[in-house]
């Protein structure tokens, strides 16, 4: 723990002295750096050596200070970018620059650490997750509305609101259908150990093709399809756009599913097995009560990896026209505006990691049920 | 009563049982034993049809069992194995309800009846209906194991090497505790076995199978006094005597003493009338093969067996060799 806060103190001491704000005049010009004014930098300084300080001599506060200097390092990078627009034109920008990004990362890292403190004194975890009820409020009374990014988020507005929508659809809608296949060809393969090498040599391969390539690979036999088949046409089968998306992240999620399936499902012990057939269960009274409940948690991690995976090669289905997140990031790359591309990698990344944890939890929550994290 | 007729079970071209000609008694527990690979296993699944037979017929109560569902056929029939194949997602009472819930039972009933099996079982109720199975020490998972066989009250018990996996200790305490309940429930038990001394210490009848066939079916005595075949004989070792006296306590086989008077009985065959009480004395309960033990030890002919430390008979050389061959 003492080594998680020294890694959250070093960045913070170096980010305090270093430039804060990139100021603008419009999104594409070259800037200036402003610093911090030198109370901001002592407050950090203090703030950056206290989580350490506490965990040496009061661990299961260590998160009070940790909280502190992520709030403070939020409400600074909202409070300096307003004060640097102050008498600018309307198109000038304030970004984050070196420092303010090494704070936030090294207050990150010590929100980390501070929680292991907790969990180590053995209190409740809800404090680890005030900050972000913090963040939140300074999001929301427009503290942090003169940052750049946020800028181009209100500039996007609507746009930004549906791309999300439409990175959540894809998402949804490859795992939905890969589950549906996955799910009944995992039960069907757990039997047959030759048709189980077989499901999943074929998965493994699809896995191995790198995202773009199997994108490209599509779009020759779908739009050979839609073209032979005009009702598909019609029903948006082409070869760009959300139908080679939605195949090519389903095929992707498959592995994942098919694999954890067909793990877990041999991993029920067969002791379990042949004694609910010895008491006369039927063949579906055996799966829905003793195979499925005891397979779940470790199914539900595929699930939860191809989910995860899923959020990252949605951003890069934009590529042929799918929409999403990934928009902001190849718009922004072509035109070199970090904003943009931050834009729409930030909340990508925020996203896989609310999935993650989303997912984490049913599996923890139905384990626990099901008596295997006993 | 179970019945096999002719029964026989090919895997690919050998065949793992045949012509299997056997009758399990009403309320007796049957040791199906033999080395391993002799067919036990494949027999005592083909009885609940977890194996189907390739030929012959097991008939149950005079049924046969091809006429009814597999599913319903196995309800009806107490199955318990080495692994114990408890639920690790259910608690011990609902491990314990799954045939009454199988069948549609009344849940308050099966409750109920939850609470007693685990009382007959030797788990206090309240202490472990709600425990998980990975809560449990071996021991007390096959005891839940056992309940749950029992559950509907079947009037057939199938085990499948049920106290194999259990440390010495547990193995002795749980056979003990299996023969009261047996001695109670009076079920019609088959257990595989490939422990002799389980097979002599808690069948009525041991049926001794060797390469699909079966050797000798008889009463523990008749296989150790009276082996039809050298196989038999040395299959049970030249020990096997002193294996079925280690499993009875030599309180069975004493003489009693007639009153209070503490005066050995008269007896034919073992000498005069009134003489004093042996000198060496043990407890009823010790084992029989330590008594014979001690006989040896002290190089006497008698000893006195004692309640708590008052005589209540003797025993010799002759009351041990009882179950033999020459009954005197």
């Given at each position: 723990?003492q080594a998680?806060?020294?890694l959250a103190?070093l960045?913070?001491?170096?980010?305090a002295?270093?430039?804060w704000v990139?100021?603008?005049?419009n999104?594409?010009?070259?800037?200036e750096?402003?610093?911090?004014p030198?109370?901001?930098?002592?407050?950090?300084?203090v703030?950056?050596?206290?989580?350490?300080?506490?965990?040496?001599w009061?661990?299961?506060l260590?998160?009070?200070?940790?909280?502190?200097?992520?709030?403070?390092a939020?409400w600074?990078l909202g409070?300096?970018?307003?004060?640097a627009l102050?008498?600018q034109a309307a198109?000038a920008?304030?970004s984050a620059a070196?420092?303010a990004?090494?704070?936030?990362?090294?207050a990150g890292?010590?929100?980390?650490g501070?929680?292991?403190?907790?969990r180590?004194?053995g209190?409740?975890?809800?404090t680890g997750?005030l900050?972000?009820a913090?963040?939140?409020?300074?999001?929301?009374n427009?503290?942090?509305?003169?940052w750049?990014?946020?800028?181009?988020a209100?500039?996007?507005?609507p746009r930004w609101?549906?791309?999300?929508a439409?990175?959540l659809?894809?998402v949804?809608?490859?795992l939905?259908?890969?589950?549906l296949?996955?799910?009944p060809l995992?039960?069907?393969?757990?039997g047959?150990?030759?048709?189980?090498?077989?499901?999943?040599g074929?998965?493994?391969a699809?896995q191995?093709?790198?995202s773009?390539?199997l994108?490209g690979?599509?779009i020759?036999?779908?739009?050979?399809?839609?073209?032979?088949?005009?009702?598909l046409?019609?029903?948006?089968v082409?070869?760009i756009g959300?139908?080679p998306?939605?195949?090519a992240?389903?095929?992707y999620?498959?592995?994942?599913?098919?694999?954890?399936g067909?793990?877990?499902?041999?991993?029920?012990?067969?002791?379990?097995?042949?004694?609910?057939?010895?008491?006369?269960m039927?063949?579906?009274q055996?799966?829905?009560?003793?195979e499925?409940?005891?397979?779940?948690?470790v199914?539900?991690s595929?699930?939860?990896?191809?989910?995860?995976?899923?959020v990252g090669?949605?951003?890069?289905a934009s590529l042929?026209g799918a929409?999403?997140?990934?928009?902001y990031?190849?718009?922004g790359?072509?035109?070199a505006?970090?904003?943009l591309?931050l834009?729409?990698?930030?909340p990508?990344?925020?996203l896989a990691?609310?999935v993650?944890?989303?997912?984490?939890?049913?599996e923890t929550?139905?384990?626990?049920?099901l008596?295997?994290?006993? | 009563m179970?019945?096999l007729?002719?029964?026989?079970?090919?895997?690919?071209?050998?065949l793992?049982?045949?012509?299997?000609?056997?009758?399990?008694?009403?309320?007796?527990?049957?040791?199906?034993l033999?080395?391993?690979?002799?067919?036990?296993?494949t027999t005592?699944?083909?009885?609940?049809r977890l194996?189907?037979p390739?030929g012959g017929r097991?008939l149950l109560g005079?049924?046969?069992?091809?006429t009814l569902?597999?599913?319903?056929?196995?309800?009806g029939i107490?199955y318990v194995i080495?692994q114990?194949g408890?639920?690790?997602h259910?608690?011990?009472?609902q491990?314990?309800?799954t045939v009454?819930?199988?069948?549609?039972r009344?849940?308050?009933?099966?409750?109920?009846?939850?609470?007693e099996?685990l009382?007959?079982?030797?788990?206090?109720?309240?202490?472990?209906?709600?425990?998980?199975?990975?809560?449990?020490?071996g021991?007390?998972a096959?005891?839940v194991?056992v309940?749950r066989?029992?559950a509907?009250?079947?009037?057939?018990?199938l085990?499948d090497e049920p106290f194999?996996?259990?440390?010495?200790?547990?193995?002795?305490?749980?056979?003990?505790?299996?023969?009261?309940?047996?001695r109670?429930?009076?079920k019609?038990v088959?257990m595989?076995?490939?422990?002799i001394d389980?097979?002599?210490?808690l069948?009525d009848?041991?049926?001794?199978?060797?390469?699909?066939?079966?050797e000798?079916f008889?009463t523990?005595?008749?296989l150790?006094?009276r082996p039809v075949s050298d196989?038999v004989r040395?299959?049970?070792?030249?020990?096997a005597?002193l294996?079925?006296?280690a499993?009875q306590p030599?309180?069975r086989f004493m003489v009693a003493l007639h009153g209070?008077?503490?005066?050995q009985p008269?007896r034919?065959?073992t000498?005069g009338?009134?003489?004093p009480?042996?000198?060496?004395?043990?407890?009823e309960?010790?084992?029989a093969?330590?008594a014979?033990?001690?006989?040896?030890?002290?190089?006497?002919?008698?000893l006195t067996v004692?309640?708590?430390?008052?005589?209540v008979?003797t025993?010799?050389w002759h009351?041990?060799?009882a179950s033999g061959p020459?009954?005197?």
């Open positions: 723990m998680v806060l020294l103190a960045p913070m001491l170096a980010g002295w270093l430039p990139l100021l603008r005049p999104r594409l010009a070259p800037g750096y402003l610093r911090l030198p109370v901001w930098v002592a407050a950090l300084l703030l950056a050596l206290l989580p350490l300080a506490a965990a040496r009061r661990p299961a260590t998160w009070v200070p940790a909280t502190l200097a992520l709030l403070l939020v600074l409070t300096r970018t307003g004060a102050v008498g198109f920008r304030a070196s420092g990004w090494l704070t936030l990362l090294g890292v010590a929100l980390y501070a929680r292991l403190c907790t180590a004194a209190r409740p975890a809800w997750l900050w972000a913090g963040v939140g409020a300074l999001l929301l427009g503290t942090l509305s003169n750049s990014v946020l800028v181009e209100r500039s996007e507005g609101v549906q791309e999300l439409q990175h659809r894809l949804s809608t490859a939905g259908l890969a589950v296949i996955g799910a995992a039960v069907w393969a757990s047959r150990e030759r048709v189980a090498a077989a499901v999943l074929v998965a493994n699809v191995t093709i790198p773009l390539a994108l690979l599509l020759a036999p779908l739009s050979a399809l839609a073209n032979a088949f005009p009702a046409r019609s029903a948006g082409s070869g959300v139908a998306a939605l195949t992240m389903t095929l999620a498959l592995l994942p599913v098919l694999r954890n067909v793990v877990a499902l041999l991993g029920v012990p067969a002791g379990a097995v042949d004694a609910a057939r010895g008491m006369g039927t063949a579906a055996r799966f829905w009560r003793v499925l409940p005891l397979a779940l948690p199914w539900l595929g699930v939860r990896q191809a989910a995860v995976l899923l090669v949605a951003a890069v042929i929409g999403g997140l990934g928009t990031i190849f718009k790359l072509q035109s505006a970090t904003d591309i834009l729409g990698a930030v990508a990344a925020l990691v609310a993650d944890a989303a997912l984490r939890g049913l929550l139905l384990g626990r049920r008596g295997r994290a006993a | 179970i019945e007729h002719h029964l026989e079970k090919r895997f690919g071209g050998s793992a049982v045949q012509d299997l000609n056997l009758i399990f008694p009403d309320g007796e527990l049957t040791a199906l033999g080395p391993s690979g002799c067919g036990k296993t005592l699944r083909m009885i609940n194996t189907e390739s097991v005079g049924q046969d069992t091809r569902k597999p599913e319903a056929l196995r309800r107490g080495q114990v408890l639920f690790p259910l608690n011990v009472a491990n314990v309800a009454p819930d199988l069948l549609g009344d849940r308050r009933a099966t409750a109920a009846r939850v609470d099996l009382d007959l079982v030797g788990l206090d109720p309240d202490t472990f209906r709600h425990k998980r199975p990975g809560e449990l020490s021991g007390q096959q005891r194991g309940a066989a029992l509907a009250d079947p009037p057939v018990l085990m194999g996996a259990l440390d010495p200790l547990a193995r002795d305490r749980l056979q003990d505790a299996f023969r009261d309940i047996q109670r429930l009076r019609t088959v595989v076995t490939h422990d389980e097979a002599l210490r069948g009848r041991v049926a001794l199978m060797n390469a699909g066939r079966l000798q008889g523990p005595d008749d150790i006094y196989f040395q299959f049970l070792g030249e020990d005597a294996r079925q006296l499993g030599v309180g209070p008077d503490g005066l008269g034919a065959g000498g009338a009134a003489s009480l042996p000198a060496v004395a043990v407890e309960t010790l084992n093969r330590s014979l033990s001690v006989l040896l030890r002290e190089g006497t002919d008698r004692t309640r708590g430390g008052q005589p008979g025993v010799g009351d041990l060799r020459e009954r005197p």
